[in-house]
């Protein structure tokens, strides 16, 4: 049996579990059995967060899964934004002295988590995180990710060896946590760390991986994400005041 919780763990865990459905059973299953396995002293924050009059049982699955585990906290609010009000509402909800973030769609390895982690550990990094080295969810969102990460690259760290910069999970520190200034309720949070991360000069790290298709439903980046991604990119570069 694993030890109890400490008052503070090692490792948050944040998951985001939008429309997962019943698949998030399987998902936290494995993710809580690989860092019980690395003996990592953890908790896992899942956020569930709904729309209003929404059919998505995911709140009452992960609700199902958290009782009797003191490791786990359950975050599940009607939603007032996309993507990066859910991301943040899970890293606000850690209390780790690292915080870990993925997508609970089981397109990034469960593995991943602890993988990263390590790594950050062993580099002594700030910030460590994935890249997508072998992507299998088809041309457009390739085509996408390649215009998304030739565009951040040149508006904000030319020549600096970095990839990918949506890729999950993210590992960081509690004091990289803190430093960042994060605003964005929309599909831009995961650049907006790194932004952050960029002017904050800390320690980044990369570790490739394999990023799978997801096979029980489509893509939720539509054409409206794409633009307000882009928007996002020469907003936060030029107008957003530091």
């Not at 040149?154 to 020549?159: C, E, H, I, K, T």
Request: aromatic residues 12%; glycine residues 6%.
């Amino acid at each position: 049996m694993p030890e109890p919780i400490k008052s503070i763990p090692e490792l948050s865990v944040v998951v985001l579990c939008y429309r997962a459905g019943y698949y998030i059973k399987d998902f936290v299953a494995q993710l809580e059995q690989e860092l019980i396995e690395a003996n990592i002293d953890f908790e896992l924050i899942l956020v569930a967060n709904y729309e209003a009059g929404s059919q998505d049982n995911t709140p009452e699955i992960v609700t199902k899964l958290a009782e009797n585990k003191p490791r786990f906290t359950v975050i599940s609010k009607e939603k007032k934004g996309r993507m990066g009000w859910d991301m943040r509402s899970g890293l606000e909800g850690a209390t780790g002295n690292h915080i870990a973030v993925i997508d609970g769609d089981g397109q990034m390895p469960v593995s991943d988590v602890v993988k990263v982690y390590q790594m950050l550990l062993a580099g002594k990094y700030d910030l460590a995180k994935t890249y997508r080295a072998q992507r299998q969810d088809g041309f457009y969102r390739t085509a996408l990710s390649a215009v998304y990460n030739l565009l951040f690259k040149l508006l904000y760290m030319p020549g600096y060896p970095l990839h990918d910069i949506n890729s999950k999970p993210k590992v960081m520190t509690r004091k990289a946590y803190n430093s960042f200034n994060l605003v964005s309720s929309d599909w831009f949070t995961d650049a907006e760390i790194m932004i952050e991360a960029l002017k904050n000069k800390l320690k980044i790290g990369e570790l490739s991986t394999i990023f799978y298709e997801n096979e029980r439903r489509k893509t939720l980046v539509g054409f409206d994400t794409v633009i307000e991604f882009i928007y996002n990119l020469f907003y936060y570069r030029f107008f957003k005041k530091k």
